[in-house]
């Protein structure tokens, strides 16, 4: 399985923008796609997942009410709106296919991940 990340890109605060993660494959049904962020400097970390065949959601705090994860089962995509872009929102954001029944916030449990798109907020 293959993730292709694209959407990223320079905005100014309190934009928005929508990052797509496509999965070559539709073998990831069973699973949860997450996005994780890395900031230059930084580890890495979660930011939200939904799964794939019951779309349910997740989000970390810091993201909560302004970022929103959603799928197009036909396009074999996930999509994640982010709203009230923040500077500190600034990072490479990745996405990734979690183990099966694995929809959480560990990096370690997501394998197949895309080679990330630079979101850049400035202030």
């Known amino acids: 399985v293959q993730l292709q990340a694209s959407g990223g890109g320079l905005v100014q605060a309190e934009d928005s923008l929508r990052l797509s993660c496509t999965a070559s494959?539709?073998?990831?049904?069973?699973?949860?796609i997450g996005w994780f962020r890395q900031a230059p400097g930084k580890e890495r970390e979660f930011v939200s997942s939904?799964?794939?065949?019951?779309?349910?959601?997740t989000y970390a705090d810091s993201v909560k009410g302004r970022f929103t994860i959603s799928r197009d089962v036909a396009k074999n995509t996930i999509y994640l709106q982010m709203n009230s872009l923040k500077p500190e929102d600034t990072a490479v954001y990745y996405c990734?296919?979690?183990?099966?029944?694995?929809?959480?916030?560990?990096?370690?449990?997501?394998?197949?991940w895309g080679q990330g798109t630079l979101v850049t907020v400035s202030s």
């Open positions: 990734a296919v979690g183990l099966p029944s694995y929809a959480g916030a560990d990096s370690a449990r997501y394998r197949y």
């Open positions: 494959s539709r073998a990831v049904s069973n699973n949860a």
């Open positions: 939904i799964s794939w065949r019951g779309g349910s959601t």
